[in-house]
């Protein structure tokens, strides 16, 4: 564990009121979170430290540090708060960094390494400095957050240095909308306080010229006012008041260093350069000292508190501050030979760390070294999955190459990985206008499209779709015209424009074939098996293709595709088996991780989950899944595709729900983003005024969802029935009705939504025995999900009562009341008013079906961890899902049993 920084004064000053707000939250035994932020020198570190000293002493204590340009360390945090651990076991830090592994299962390992060193004892967690943190270091930080037990996990961090760049802007606004957050915000001292704090490291009272004098000096800065006394011998306030000042905080730290011998001179400059960790012997390669020589000036540059042992044969400065005021003051010619004797050190003993000798070779200014590392680094970066620092390392090499077309690649990829898609289209566009080779132009309009897509700039998407054709035109057939054509029907397919994908993508197979292009024909696969799945006559069909693609795209380590292919084949056709859908989601999520593809390893894969939940019939679960993902996506609030998905499917369970004050605020924050598709906000906006039972404000919205309409290429059956059942529960006319189901509909929507919109359509013109006929055709409907078939058996009911068939309407009703019971709102309303006309005693929905056979496949897999014993934390890490959505599976499963504790729930289970 990283020594912590000590202070001049003996007690901390100005600081009682945030300290007892953490005690508190220490002592509480609850899970909690507290974000310290302030300048630099604040004091941030002492709080935590004084902090740490009112401990009892089973509390388990980590302590992690970030540090500037921590870009070859994934996790640094953890692996610093870990160092020199001897209870931290061997396989698990293998597994931690070992970059062959997929970011979920090194995130996973981490969190299992805490669990152990943690158990069952009361922890505090701290991670200093996360304006500095890698990527994976804030990830883990939120999976900690999420996690349940007696535990305070405390982040410190400079406001003034974060920007949207950096993992924990993200990290810090997801945090807010999920937990409650304790925030410290650290002030400066005021002049009381100043005099207070120049009392306790005196002894004795200062008087006010000197406490004016310094707080002046000092701005009522901490850390600035306990150097200055640091560098006067007894603390003679008084006369230091009579000598000349510094005026900053870095003359002062200077000051330090001023009667060093000149090896120890040499030493504290070289580790200066070096950076935050200095190995050892890098620090004696570079200076040339000698073991036992280096040994006595370490040992007493950390008794005179200018540096400080980090770890095993490693050192760091006491503070970031004070590294950065000794290379300020060095000649920048000194520096550049330092950065050379440290990259030659690197360079000899073959440094397998692109990020460290990239550093060094900037330093040294020589940059045809630095931008060959650069590139290195950021292939190495993307192929493990670290999307922010291969961006990072991309950037350092374009600050000095900004032509360069392998970094402009890599960087426009990292960028769209990362979701960072304006960064992603400036970088793109700059690749496809210095590419010189055909490859280079075919490789960066295939990617533009794509960022295209996502940033709705459906212009430019048309606009680089013709450069491409024009650059088919002009190249022979080859691996660059194969890929170009692979764009064009990507770009086809995600227009909606279903037979001209399928032309483009036929068009690359066959070159594909023709030139033995694997890759090639991976990619073309995946484009002609998502557009066959656009159609119900072809569906099978292309899952069938999509499934192939995804066993040879793993195996050949094409992630992107490999993920893109299972996203299809979650969100098409719903497969016969809800454990052959989970297991393509979380394999999806697995490969997206192993890419760093953000969009769907977090939003697309929480989607898919509501949408299981949705397929379940557990309506509830549905809401709390996606509203996890909402939360846990930083994406959602940008602009582009998966901004507005979110909102709309839950405005949608939502609506299912009857929470419509709830549909009312997602419409408000959807009508803040920009180019929203056309039918968005009409459609929400109509739905929830026939739900809230406004016809007069229904009508008047149709007219505007009518003409967006028009302008839209598909159409969606679901989201026929949904509308077509709002609109006859408000009483929409009917001629009304009929010209909206005309919009609503078209060839393409799948037969059996397209007979359940008939159907109600023909119920709602009193053709009873049409309507019936329908409803029954599609009763056993697998695309239909359980709510949905539920409403078919209440229609069906319906048609049964108006013929005076009460036997057979009473076998609907009771037929409906199992596919409704984990659902509610509106659909559950239907079938309670048919149950009330059949003299049906009324039927509490969630309990229609209960015991064992109740459960759904996930809930059993729950229900048997439960029988082993597992608390909602150990379930949620042993799922891969939050405590949140373990807590919900366990009240159902409660509710579904009969049983109040889950003790009896071992019962039940062990007597299946």
Known sequence: ??????????????RESELRRLARLASSREPAVAIIAGEPGIGKTRLVHELLATLPAETVVLVGQAEPGSLARPYEVLLDAID?????????????????????????????????????????????????????????????????????????????????????????????????????????LTPAQTAAMLAAATGAPAPLRAATALHHRTGGNPFFLEELLRALPGYDVAALVEQPLP???????????DDLEPISHRVVEAAAVLGHRIPFDLLADV?????????????????????????????????????????????????????????????????????????????????????????????????????????????????????????????ARAAWLAGLLDDALRYGRRWRDLATSTTDRAESLYLLVRIAWESREFDEMGALTDDIETLIAQLPPGADQAR??????????????????????????????????????????????????????????????????????????????????????????PPTSPDEHAAALERMRVDAERAGFESLAVATYFQGRARLAVRAGDLRAAIAILEEGRDQDRGFQRRGRWADYHGVFLAGLYLEAGELDRVAELIGDLAA????????????????????????????????????????????????????????????????????AAALLDDDVWDAYRTLADSQLAEAHGRHAEALAGYLSIAEAH?????????????????????????????????????????????????????????MAPADAPAAVTGPAALTPREREVAMLISDGLTNAELARRLYISPKTAAVHVSNILRKLGVASRTEVGDVVGRR
């Open 84 to 188: 020199g651990r001897p209870d931290v076991d061997d396989e698990q830090l293998a597994a931690l960094t070992d970059p062959k592994r997929s970011p979920v299962e090194r995130l996973h390992t981490g969190l299992a390494i805490l669990a152990d060193l943690v158990g069952d004892s009361p922890a505090v967690l701290v991670f200093e400095d996360l304006h500095w943190a890698d990527s994976e270091s804030a990830a883990l930080f939120e999976r900690i957050a999420d996690q349940r037990g007696s535990r305070l996990l405390i982040g410190t961090y400079r406001p003034d240095e974060v920007s949207r760049r950096q993992p924990v802007a993200g990290l810090l606004a997801r945090l807010e909308r999920r937990h409650a957050v304790t925030h410290v915000r650290l002030e400066r």
């Open 673 to 740: 983003l920009t180019d929203n598709p056309a039918t968005t906000i009409p459609g929400l906006a109509f739905h929830l005024a026939c739900r809230r039972g406004d016809l007069p404000g229904a009508e008047r919205i149709l007219d505007e969802l009518l003409a967006a309409l028009a302008t839209e290429s598909w159409r969606s059956g679901e989201r026929a029935h949904d509308l077509i059942s709002a609109a006859l529960e408000v009483g929409l006319p009917m001629p009304r009705l009929d010209r909206m």
């Open 247 to 257: 005026w900053s905080l870095a003359d002062v730290l200077r000051r330090q260093v």
């Open 287 to 411: 200076t040339g000292a000698g073991e036992d020589e280096l040994i006595a000036v370490l040992r007493d540059l950390v008794t005179r508190g200018v540096l400080v042992e980090s770890g095993e044969d490693e050192f760091a400065f006491r503070h970031a501050l004070l590294r950065e005021a000794i290379t300020d003051q060095m000649l920048a010619r000194q520096r550049r030979r330092l950065h050379e004797a440290a990259l030659e050190a690197l360079l000899r003993g073959g440094a397998s760390d692109p990020a460290m000798v990239a550093h060094h070779a900037r330093g040294a200014g020589r940059y045809d070294d630095m931008i060959e590392a650069t590139r290195r680094g950021a292939a190495v970066y993307l192929s493990i999955g670290s999307a922010y620092q291969a961006l990072q390392l991309a950037e350092m090499g374009l600050d000095e190459a900004p032509d360069d077309t392998e970094l402009l690649a890599a960087a």
């Open 484 to 573: 170009a054509m692979t764009a064009i029907a990507q770009s086809s397919y995600l227009r909606d424009e279903f037979d001209a994908a399928l032309l483009w993508s036929d068009r690359a197979l066959a070159l594909a074939a023709e030139f033995d292009l694997p890759s090639i024909r991976l990619a073309a696969q995946l484009e002609k098996g998502a557009t066959l799945g656009e159609h119900p006559q072809t569906a099978a069909e292309g899952r069938e293709m999509l499934s192939a693609l995804v066993d040879e795209a793993e195996k050949a380590g094409e992630w992107v595709l490999a993920a893109h292919a299972l996203n299809h084949l979650v969100q098409g056709e």
């Open 1 to 14: 564990m990283r020594t912590l920084r000590g202070g001049a004064s003996p007690v901390m000053i100005g």
């Open 783 to 839: 695309i239909l999900g359980p709510a949905t078939r539920g409403s078919v058996r209440v229609g069906a009911a319906r048609c049964l009562l108006a013929a005076d068939r009460r036997a057979e309407a009473t076998a609907q009703a009771e037929a409906a009341a199992p596919l409704l019971a984990e659902w509610g709102g509106w659909r559950v309303a239907q079938l309670e008013k048919v149950r009330a006309l059949l003299g």
